[in-house]
T-cell receptor
Framework: NAGVTQTPKFQVLKTGQSMTLQCAQD?????MSWYRQDPGMGLRLIHY???????DQGEVPNGYNVSRSTTEDFPLRLLSAAPSQTSVYFC??????????????FGSGTRLTVV | SQQGEEDPQALSIQEGENATMNCSYK?????LQWYRQNSGRGLVHLIL?????REKHSGRLRVTLDTSKKSSSLLITASRAADTASYFC????????????FGKGTHLIIQP
């Protein structure tokens, strides 16, 4: 099925470990982004990309790196995991519609626990 | 920081009734979107309303936007058990690519 695929679905890390959350979309969307969702906090933007080779920071970028080498993939790297990064991570993509990016398609999420 | 704030935080109604959720935001917007999230799942886009629009319909959904009051409402008519979910409003400021700003959501429970 077309859409946004995130892997893994669940992950437990020890403090200080690093890992990469994978995100892939097959809709040829230019725009891709990463959000984290914490209880009572809604979703907060971590990083986003408007195309291959172009990335930028969102509201809460510290502790995370991204790259966009292809249109399809937008991995999120945790450099040195901390308990504060325990969260559910969502990848989302969207198409460009002239005056902006609309109708985000979300992946099913990665539930990360840092112990 | 949160731009949109949904009200109420939780809502429980009987199946068949209408459900209304409200969203208030702080700064001017390009558009406002509503999303649904079922428990343990990703968000699903429901409807988008642009800043120059006042009302939009999609099936059983009706969204209104009042830019003078910086508020929006989502009405779900003839609710069904399958409508049980959290509903989020998200605002887009300007035409740039800096992402959506989400509220904390309204948790809707439809009682059979």
């Amino acid at each position: 099925n077309a859409g946004v695929t995130q892997t893994p679905k669940f992950q437990v890390l020890k403090t200080g470990q690093s890992m990469t959350l994978q995100c892939a979309q097959d809709m040829n969307h230019e725009y891709m982004s990463w959000y984290r969702q914490d209880p009572g906090m809604g979703l907060r933007l971590i990083h986003y990309s408007v195309g291959a080779g172009i990335t930028d920071q969102g509201e809460v970028p510290n502790g995370y790196n991204v790259s966009r080498s292809t249109t399809e993939d937008f991995p999120l790297r945790l450099l040195s995991a901390a308990p504060s990064q325990t969260s559910v991570y969502f990848c989302a993509s969207s198409y460009s519609a002239g005056d902006g990016y609309y109708g985000y398609t979300f992946g099913s999420g990665t539930r990360l626990t840092v112990v | 920081s949160q731009q949109g704030e949904e009200d109420p935080q939780a809502l429980s109604i009987q199946e068949g009734e209408n459900a209304t959720m409200n969203c208030s935001y702080k700064t001017s917007i390009n558009n406002l979107q509503w999303y649904r999230q079922n428990s343990g799942r990703g968000l699903v886009h429901l409807i988008l309303i642009r800043s120059n629009e006042r009302e939009k319909h999609s099936g059983r959904l009706r969204v209104t936007l009042d830019t003078s009051k910086k508020s929006s409402s989502l009405l779900i008519t003839a609710s069904r058990a399958a409508d049980t979910a959290s509903y989020f409003c998200a605002t887009k400021s300007g035409g740039g690519a800096d992402g959506l700003t989400f509220g904390k959501g309204t948790h809707l429970i439809i009682q059979p």
